[in-house]
């Protein structure tokens, strides 16, 4: 299908449809008619056959206690396979309704309070909290930026583990809000150390469908069975196919002992369900979602592309940060804007409801993420917002 009959087939309005990103507007942003580009869903339909999928079981009508089929499984385990190259054994397969609550389970099932528990910031907010409200001590290793291209600090990163004696590193591969999406090597520096000082990996691998360009996704699941032992791997069908709220997400967990203790202490504070709704979808998404998919990322790409070229154009002194990986661009506006004006020149200004850099790293006042799986005249509206402002100053 072309982009364009994607885009028309599948864009739809959003408004008044109880959406965080549309219509809590004024409730966290004061102003109700900005263009909204923060939360990471999209202004995409689901595929047809998903749609069709929940249909049928809507007309059924019944929505009792349910139980995850073998083909369920099977479906997951088939995806994992054929876009990741990822082997994954039925056992190792557990749920939860969401993965930021999964996080919040790791941090209390497999720390204690104090505990330290690394992240490398900037990073998704929620994994901060996760470790504040949880009262444990956030250790942070900021990534290293050379103009708009990050790293691991890998030296940084085990003399913190070493010195706080860090319990538990979350990872976030790919890396939003910075797109990358990390190679082999990489992942297999921070694992080893992780494995030298005894540190947990939760590896939250959520947007591992979302990649651009001739970028290849590695799962931490591949890189060697010897860090099994101390692996715990997060996916969903959530950001791929637009079925946030519909609860459904995966914890792989391939090594048996550090299951069972999983399962053990996740009963004492979990005894929800799965998601029926949640588990149709995610199936029917990847049996039958692969077109779909591949249409989708050519509007991130084009999207993204756009604000590139556009900016690189009018706007020289903005970095953007190449996008490997994930549907957020990521951008350092501190050539224009003095940090502590990027608030009011993005909302007030430029019109528009952004993630703000400070939310991800306190370092990163100054830097703004825009969601690009979204119709391309939003996205072109905004960039033509931002250019004409920046023009103005
Ligand atoms: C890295 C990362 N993890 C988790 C989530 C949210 O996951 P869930 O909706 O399953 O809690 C997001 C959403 O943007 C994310 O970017």
């Known amino acids: 299908m072309l982009m364009d009959e994607f885009v028309e087939k599948y864009s739809v309005n959003r408004y008044d449809t109880n959406s965080l990103k549309w219509d809590a507007l004024d409730v966290r942003y004061g102003d109700k008619d900005l263009i909204p580009m923060w939360v990471a869903d999209m202004e995409f ?34 995806w994992q396979k054929k876009r990741h190259n990822i082997d994954v054994k039925k056992e190792w397969i557990n749920f939860s309704t969401g993965i930021v609550t999964a996080l919040y389970w790791f941090v209390n ?18 994994f901060h909290n996760a470790v504040l409200d949880n009262n444990r001590q956030l250790i942070t290793s900021e990534l290293k930026n050379d103009n708009g291209s990050y790293s691991m600090d890998l030296d940084d990163f085990e003399k913190k583990i070493i010195s706080n004696n860090v319990k538990m590193f ?27 000082h ?15 360009g001739d970028n290849t996704f590695t799962s931490a699941l591949m890189v060697d069975k010897k860090y099994y032992d101390s692996l715990i791997v997060c996916s969903a069908p959530s950001k791929t196919f637009n079925l946030a709220c519909l609860l459904n997400s995966h914890i792989i967990i391939p090594n048996e002992d550090l ?33 779909w998919l591949d249409n989708l990322l050519e509007v991130i790409e084009y999207n993204y592309n756009y604000v590139k070229n556009k900016l690189e154009k009018n706007a020289p002194k903005a970095i953007i940060s190449d996008l490997q990986g994930t549907y957020l661009t990521w951008i350092d506006l501190r050539g224009y804007i003095t940090p502590d004006d990027t608030k009011s020149f993005i909302q007030d200004r430029c019109r528009l409801a952004i993630d703000f850099g400070e939310w991800f790293s306190k370092e990163c006042k100054g830097f703004v993420r825009l969601n ?3 119709d391309p005249k939003y996205v072109q509206q905004a960039t033509e917002n931002i250019i004409a402002e920046l023009n103005k100053l």
């Open 45 to 78: 339909k689901i595929p047809e056959e998903v749609q069709q999928a929940l249909n049928e079981r809507i007309e059924h009508g019944v929505f009792g206690y349910s139980y995850t089929p073998d083909s369920y499984y099977q479906s997951f385990i088939n």
């Open 109 to 126: 099932i497999f720390t204690e309070e104090n505990d330290a528990v690394m992240i490398q910031t900037p990073v998704y907010y929620p």
């Open 170 to 196: 979350i990872l976030c591969s790919p890396h939003n809000p910075v797109g990358r999406v990390w190679t082999k090597e990489e992942l297999e520096d921070v694992l080893s150390i992780c494995k030298k």
């Open 198 to 212: 005894h540190v947990l990996v939760i590896s939250d691998e959520i947007h591992q469908d979302i990649i651009l």
């Open 259 to 291: 299951r069972t203790v999983y399962q053990q202490e996740v009963k004492k504070i979990n005894q929800t369900e799965t998601s029926l709704m949640g588990q149709i979808a995610c199936e029917a998404a990847y049996n039958h979602g692969e077109e």
């Open 372 to 374: 690009m799986a979204t």
